[in-house]
Protein backbone atom coordinates (compact mmCIF):
# COMPACT_ATOMS: atom_id res chain seq x y z
CA UNK A 1 0.00 0.00 0.00
CA UNK A 2 1.21 3.18 -0.91
CA UNK A 3 1.46 6.37 1.18
CA UNK A 4 -0.98 9.18 0.65
CA UNK A 5 1.24 12.45 0.56
CA UNK A 6 -0.42 16.05 1.44
CA UNK A 7 0.79 18.55 -0.91
CA UNK A 8 0.24 22.47 -0.17
CA UNK A 9 -1.03 24.31 -3.02
CA UNK A 10 -2.20 27.27 -1.79
CA UNK A 11 -3.14 28.67 -5.34
CA UNK A 12 -5.99 31.22 -6.62
CA UNK A 13 -7.85 29.58 -9.80
CA UNK A 14 -8.42 33.12 -11.17
CA UNK A 15 -5.02 34.28 -10.24
CA UNK A 16 -3.37 33.65 -13.94
CA UNK A 17 -6.75 35.57 -15.19
CA UNK A 18 -6.15 38.30 -12.76
CA UNK A 19 -2.31 39.27 -13.74
CA UNK A 20 -3.42 39.42 -17.23
CA UNK A 21 -5.91 41.58 -16.77
CA UNK A 22 -4.10 43.96 -14.90
CA UNK A 23 -1.54 44.10 -17.68
CA UNK A 24 -4.13 44.55 -19.88
CA UNK A 25 -5.58 47.92 -17.57
CA UNK A 26 -1.59 49.40 -17.74
CA UNK A 27 -1.14 48.74 -21.07
CA UNK A 28 -4.75 50.76 -21.93
CA UNK A 29 -3.50 53.77 -19.33
CA UNK A 30 -0.12 53.63 -21.19
CA UNK A 31 -2.17 53.91 -24.48
CA UNK A 32 -4.63 56.13 -23.24
CA UNK A 33 -7.36 53.97 -24.05
CA UNK A 34 -10.24 53.61 -21.63
CA UNK A 35 -12.12 50.44 -21.86
CA UNK A 36 -15.64 49.53 -20.13
CA UNK A 37 -16.88 45.69 -19.82
CA UNK A 38 -20.68 45.54 -20.62
CA UNK A 39 -22.73 42.54 -19.58
CA UNK A 40 -26.22 41.86 -19.43
CA UNK A 41 -28.96 39.00 -20.43
CA UNK A 42 -29.63 37.95 -24.09
CA UNK A 43 -31.93 40.44 -25.32
CA UNK A 44 -31.21 42.69 -22.65
CA UNK A 45 -30.27 45.24 -25.34
CA UNK A 46 -26.84 45.30 -25.47
CA UNK A 47 -26.14 45.84 -29.16
CA UNK A 48 -28.98 48.78 -28.98
CA UNK A 49 -27.39 50.61 -26.13
CA UNK A 50 -24.03 50.42 -28.17
CA UNK A 51 -25.68 51.47 -31.14
CA UNK A 52 -27.01 54.21 -29.05
CA UNK A 53 -23.83 55.52 -27.32
CA UNK A 54 -22.27 55.40 -30.27
CA UNK A 55 -24.52 57.92 -32.06
CA UNK A 56 -24.24 60.20 -28.96
CA UNK A 57 -20.41 60.14 -28.61
CA UNK A 58 -18.60 59.23 -32.01
CA UNK A 59 -18.18 63.05 -32.69
CA UNK A 60 -16.48 63.22 -28.65
CA UNK A 61 -14.17 59.92 -28.69
CA UNK A 62 -12.51 57.62 -31.17
CA UNK A 63 -15.00 54.51 -30.34
CA UNK A 64 -14.29 50.84 -30.90
CA UNK A 65 -15.91 47.91 -29.76
CA UNK A 66 -15.24 44.52 -29.28
CA UNK A 67 -17.82 41.89 -30.09
CA UNK A 68 -17.95 38.38 -27.62
CA UNK A 69 -21.65 38.09 -27.67
CA UNK A 70 -22.26 35.69 -29.90
CA UNK A 71 -20.29 33.30 -32.12
CA UNK A 72 -21.37 35.04 -34.96
CA UNK A 73 -20.72 38.49 -37.27
CA UNK A 74 -23.96 40.01 -36.82
CA UNK A 75 -23.50 42.40 -33.72
CA UNK A 76 -19.78 43.56 -35.04
CA UNK A 77 -21.50 44.46 -38.95
CA UNK A 78 -24.60 46.31 -37.07
CA UNK A 79 -21.64 47.89 -35.16
CA UNK A 80 -19.23 48.73 -38.38
CA UNK A 81 -22.52 49.85 -40.24
CA UNK A 82 -22.25 52.82 -37.47
CA UNK A 83 -19.30 53.76 -38.99
CA UNK A 84 -16.88 51.94 -35.69
CA UNK A 85 -14.37 49.91 -35.62
CA UNK A 86 -15.58 46.27 -34.59
CA UNK A 87 -14.03 43.45 -33.99
CA UNK A 88 -15.28 40.30 -33.27
CA UNK A 89 -13.80 38.22 -30.69
CA UNK A 90 -15.00 34.21 -31.19
CA UNK A 91 -15.78 33.15 -28.25
CA UNK A 92 -16.96 28.89 -29.42
CA UNK A 93 -19.63 28.97 -27.22
CA UNK A 94 -17.69 30.31 -23.62
CA UNK A 95 -20.07 31.31 -21.36
CA UNK A 96 -17.83 34.92 -20.60
CA UNK A 97 -14.77 36.11 -22.05
CA UNK A 98 -11.67 36.31 -19.78
CA UNK A 99 -8.65 38.77 -20.11
CA UNK A 100 -6.54 36.77 -22.30
CA UNK A 101 -9.11 36.89 -24.74
CA UNK A 102 -10.05 40.14 -24.61
CA UNK A 103 -5.94 41.04 -24.72
CA UNK A 104 -5.90 39.10 -28.66
CA UNK A 105 -8.86 41.51 -29.45
CA UNK A 106 -6.88 44.56 -28.42
CA UNK A 107 -3.69 43.40 -29.65
CA UNK A 108 -5.49 43.40 -32.74
CA UNK A 109 -6.18 46.59 -33.06
CA UNK A 110 -3.90 49.97 -32.89
CA UNK A 111 -4.82 51.65 -29.45
CA UNK A 112 -3.97 54.76 -31.07
CA UNK A 113 -7.15 55.14 -32.65
CA UNK A 114 -9.37 54.70 -29.76
CA UNK A 115 -9.98 56.44 -26.65
CA UNK A 116 -12.83 54.40 -25.48
CA UNK A 117 -13.20 50.73 -26.40
CA UNK A 118 -16.54 48.87 -25.25
CA UNK A 119 -16.72 44.64 -25.00
CA UNK A 120 -19.94 43.38 -25.63
CA UNK A 121 -19.45 40.31 -23.00
CA UNK A 122 -21.70 36.93 -23.57
CA UNK A 123 -25.26 36.88 -22.80
CA UNK A 124 -25.38 35.77 -19.23
CA UNK A 125 -25.34 37.20 -15.85
CA UNK A 126 -23.78 34.56 -13.83
CA UNK A 127 -20.34 33.81 -15.23
CA UNK A 128 -18.99 37.16 -16.29
CA UNK A 129 -19.96 38.59 -13.26
CA UNK A 130 -16.47 36.44 -11.75
CA UNK A 131 -13.75 37.18 -14.55
CA UNK A 132 -12.15 40.22 -14.74
CA UNK A 133 -11.85 41.05 -18.36
CA UNK A 134 -8.92 43.80 -17.71
CA UNK A 135 -11.65 46.65 -18.68
CA UNK A 136 -11.30 49.91 -16.43
CA UNK A 137 -14.92 49.86 -15.47
CA UNK A 138 -17.79 47.57 -15.63
CA UNK A 139 -21.19 48.34 -16.24
CA UNK A 140 -24.46 46.21 -16.81
CA UNK A 141 -28.07 46.25 -18.21
CA UNK A 142 -31.00 45.36 -16.88
CA UNK A 143 -34.10 45.56 -18.85
CA UNK A 144 -37.24 45.96 -17.65
CA UNK A 145 -39.03 43.02 -19.23
CA UNK A 146 -36.59 41.01 -17.46
CA UNK A 147 -38.12 42.10 -13.87
CA UNK A 148 -36.74 43.87 -10.61
CA UNK A 149 -36.18 40.96 -9.05
CA UNK A 150 -32.75 40.55 -10.85
CA UNK A 151 -30.88 41.42 -7.99
CA UNK A 152 -32.00 39.44 -5.94
CA UNK A 153 -31.42 36.22 -8.01
CA UNK A 154 -27.89 37.15 -9.97
CA UNK A 155 -26.39 39.30 -7.19
CA UNK A 156 -22.61 38.84 -8.00
CA UNK A 157 -23.36 40.80 -11.15
CA UNK A 158 -24.53 44.16 -9.13
CA UNK A 159 -21.60 43.79 -6.88
CA UNK A 160 -18.89 44.00 -9.51
CA UNK A 161 -20.74 46.95 -11.57
CA UNK A 162 -19.72 50.58 -11.25
CA UNK A 163 -23.25 51.68 -13.75
CA UNK A 164 -26.55 50.10 -13.86
CA UNK A 165 -28.61 50.97 -17.26
CA UNK A 166 -32.23 49.90 -16.87
CA UNK A 167 -33.07 49.65 -20.38
CA UNK A 168 -36.38 49.53 -22.15
CA UNK A 169 -37.97 52.07 -19.56
CA UNK A 170 -40.85 52.09 -22.38
CA UNK A 171 -42.01 49.77 -21.45
CA UNK A 172 -42.71 50.58 -17.80
CA UNK A 173 -46.40 50.97 -17.84
CA UNK A 174 -47.28 47.71 -19.53
CA UNK A 175 -45.33 46.42 -16.74
CA UNK A 176 -45.14 45.68 -12.86
CA UNK A 177 -41.73 46.31 -12.44
CA UNK A 178 -40.90 48.30 -9.60
CA UNK A 179 -38.05 50.81 -9.80
CA UNK A 180 -37.96 51.77 -6.13
CA UNK A 181 -37.59 48.03 -5.06
CA UNK A 182 -35.25 47.42 -7.32
CA UNK A 183 -33.27 50.56 -6.59
CA UNK A 184 -33.46 49.35 -3.09
CA UNK A 185 -32.07 46.25 -4.10
CA UNK A 186 -29.22 47.00 -5.80
CA UNK A 187 -28.21 49.34 -3.57
CA UNK A 188 -28.16 46.91 -0.95
CA UNK A 189 -25.88 44.90 -2.73
CA UNK A 190 -23.84 47.76 -4.03
CA UNK A 191 -24.22 51.43 -2.42
CA UNK A 192 -21.48 53.08 -5.05
CA UNK A 193 -23.49 51.80 -8.17
CA UNK A 194 -24.55 54.50 -10.97
CA UNK A 195 -28.17 54.25 -12.19
CA UNK A 196 -28.97 54.76 -15.41
CA UNK A 197 -32.87 54.69 -16.52
CA UNK A 198 -32.98 54.68 -20.34
CA UNK A 199 -34.84 53.75 -23.18
CA UNK A 200 -32.44 52.58 -26.33
CA UNK A 201 -35.56 53.17 -28.25
CA UNK A 202 -36.77 56.69 -27.79
CA UNK A 203 -33.65 57.82 -26.60
CA UNK A 204 -34.95 58.87 -23.31
CA UNK A 205 -31.88 59.04 -20.63
CA UNK A 206 -29.18 57.85 -22.85
CA UNK A 207 -27.46 61.40 -22.50
CA UNK A 208 -27.15 61.20 -18.97
CA UNK A 209 -25.13 57.14 -19.30
CA UNK A 210 -23.24 59.28 -22.40
CA UNK A 211 -22.04 62.05 -19.93
CA UNK A 212 -20.89 59.66 -16.86
CA UNK A 213 -18.91 57.09 -19.78
CA UNK A 214 -17.40 60.65 -20.82
CA UNK A 215 -16.25 61.57 -17.63
CA UNK A 216 -14.93 58.34 -16.57
CA UNK A 217 -12.72 58.04 -20.23
CA UNK A 218 -11.49 61.54 -20.06
CA UNK A 219 -10.94 61.26 -16.42
CA UNK A 220 -9.05 57.50 -17.31
CA UNK A 221 -6.88 58.79 -20.51
CA UNK A 222 -6.39 62.24 -19.26
CA UNK B 1 -22.25 27.47 -15.49
CA UNK B 2 -19.11 27.81 -16.12
CA UNK B 3 -17.95 24.83 -14.15
CA UNK B 4 -16.24 23.63 -17.19
CA UNK B 5 -13.44 26.68 -17.26
CA UNK B 6 -13.00 26.31 -13.58
CA UNK B 7 -12.65 22.68 -12.84
CA UNK B 8 -9.96 22.95 -16.06
CA UNK B 9 -7.96 25.54 -14.13
CA UNK B 10 -8.26 23.04 -10.97
CA UNK B 11 -6.62 20.48 -13.02
CA UNK B 12 -3.72 22.44 -14.50
CA UNK B 13 -2.66 23.87 -11.24
CA UNK B 14 -3.21 20.26 -9.27
CA UNK B 15 -1.00 18.16 -12.12
CA UNK B 16 1.46 20.58 -12.61
CA UNK B 17 1.87 20.48 -8.60
CA UNK B 18 2.13 16.84 -8.42
CA UNK B 19 4.53 16.45 -11.44
CA UNK B 20 6.48 18.96 -9.27
CA UNK B 21 5.85 16.53 -6.35
CA UNK B 22 7.01 12.95 -8.65
CA UNK B 23 3.32 12.02 -7.71
CA UNK B 24 1.93 9.52 -9.29
CA UNK B 25 -1.37 9.93 -8.48
CA UNK B 26 -3.81 12.73 -7.16
CA UNK B 27 -6.16 11.15 -4.36
CA UNK B 28 -8.07 14.06 -3.54
CA UNK B 29 -8.11 18.08 -4.14
CA UNK B 30 -9.11 20.32 -0.77
CA UNK B 31 -10.56 23.36 -2.20
CA UNK B 32 -11.88 26.79 -0.31
CA UNK B 33 -14.98 28.28 -2.84
CA UNK B 34 -16.50 31.62 -1.76
CA UNK B 35 -20.42 31.09 -1.18
CA UNK B 36 -21.04 33.90 -3.89
CA UNK B 37 -19.82 31.34 -6.49
CA UNK B 38 -23.05 29.77 -8.37
CA UNK B 39 -20.93 26.50 -8.39
CA UNK B 40 -22.68 23.27 -7.16
CA UNK B 41 -20.31 21.03 -5.51
CA UNK B 42 -21.95 18.27 -7.35
CA UNK B 43 -21.66 19.77 -10.62
CA UNK B 44 -17.72 20.56 -9.97
CA UNK B 45 -16.76 16.79 -9.34
CA UNK B 46 -18.75 15.51 -12.24
CA UNK B 47 -16.89 18.40 -14.81
CA UNK B 48 -13.87 17.13 -12.92
CA UNK B 49 -14.04 13.47 -13.51
CA UNK B 50 -14.96 14.03 -17.34
CA UNK B 51 -11.67 16.34 -17.37
CA UNK B 52 -9.08 14.48 -15.27
CA UNK B 53 -9.88 11.09 -17.29
CA UNK B 54 -6.79 9.82 -18.28
CA UNK B 55 -4.44 11.88 -15.97
CA UNK B 56 -2.90 11.15 -12.73
CA UNK B 57 -6.29 12.92 -11.54
CA UNK B 58 -8.80 10.27 -12.51
CA UNK B 59 -10.77 9.70 -9.86
CA UNK B 60 -9.74 12.79 -7.40
CA UNK B 61 -12.06 13.43 -4.35
CA UNK B 62 -12.66 17.23 -4.90
CA UNK B 63 -13.50 18.19 -0.96
CA UNK B 64 -15.17 21.64 -1.23
CA UNK B 65 -15.63 24.30 2.00
CA UNK B 66 -17.65 26.97 1.61
CA UNK B 67 -15.82 30.19 2.53
CA UNK B 68 -18.56 32.95 4.09
CA UNK B 69 -19.05 36.29 2.15
CA UNK B 70 -17.27 38.91 4.53
CA UNK B 71 -17.22 42.38 4.08
CA UNK B 72 -15.83 45.52 6.04
CA UNK B 73 -16.87 48.97 6.59
CA UNK B 74 -15.29 51.61 4.43
CA UNK B 75 -15.63 54.06 7.60
CA UNK B 76 -15.71 52.28 10.65
CA UNK B 77 -13.30 49.15 9.61
CA UNK B 78 -15.71 46.88 11.21
CA UNK B 79 -15.68 43.38 9.62
CA UNK B 80 -18.71 41.40 8.89
CA UNK B 81 -20.18 38.49 7.62
CA UNK B 82 -23.07 38.75 5.25
CA UNK B 83 -24.96 35.85 4.49
CA UNK B 84 -26.39 37.09 0.26
CA UNK B 85 -28.63 34.44 -0.04
CA UNK B 86 -31.22 35.55 2.43
CA UNK B 87 -30.32 39.40 1.00
CA UNK B 88 -29.04 40.57 4.26
CA UNK B 89 -28.03 44.44 3.13
CA UNK B 90 -24.46 45.30 2.37
CA UNK B 91 -24.50 48.18 5.50
CA UNK B 92 -22.40 48.47 8.12
CA UNK B 93 -24.24 47.10 11.44
CA UNK B 94 -21.89 49.38 13.55
CA UNK B 95 -22.45 52.98 11.75
CA UNK B 96 -24.11 52.00 8.50
CA UNK B 97 -21.32 53.06 6.35
CA UNK B 98 -21.14 50.92 2.92
CA UNK B 99 -19.17 48.05 2.58
CA UNK B 100 -15.98 46.40 0.56
CA UNK B 101 -16.21 42.48 -0.15
CA UNK B 102 -13.43 41.57 1.39
CA UNK B 103 -13.20 37.54 0.52
CA UNK B 104 -16.43 35.61 -0.52
CA UNK B 105 -15.66 35.04 -4.28
CA UNK B 106 -12.57 32.96 -4.08
CA UNK B 107 -11.87 29.23 -5.40
CA UNK B 108 -8.42 28.64 -3.56
CA UNK B 109 -6.88 25.38 -3.80
CA UNK B 110 -5.70 24.11 -0.35
CA UNK B 111 -3.79 21.44 -0.73
CA UNK B 112 -3.60 17.78 -2.52
CA UNK B 113 -3.43 13.80 -1.44
CA UNK B 114 -1.14 11.93 -3.72
CA UNK B 115 0.65 8.73 -3.91
Known amino acids: ?222 | MHELPVTESILNICVKHAEANNAKKIVAIELKVGEMSDLEDEWMQKYFDYLAKDSIAEGAKLKIERTPVVVQCNLCAHTFNVDIKKREKLLCPECEGTCTLISGKEYHIKNMEVV
Open chain 1, 1 to 222: MEEVRLIEVKEDILADNTVVADDLRSKLKKEKTFMLNLMASPGAGKTTLILRTIEAMKNDLKMGVIEADIDSIVDAEKVQAHGVEAIQLRTGGFCHVDASMVLKGVNAMDLDNFDLLIIENVGNLVCPAEVDTGSVKNAMILSVPEGDDKPLKYPMIFTVCDALVVNKIDYLELSDFDMSAMRERVLTLNPDIKIFEVSSKTGEGIEAWANWLKEETNAFIG
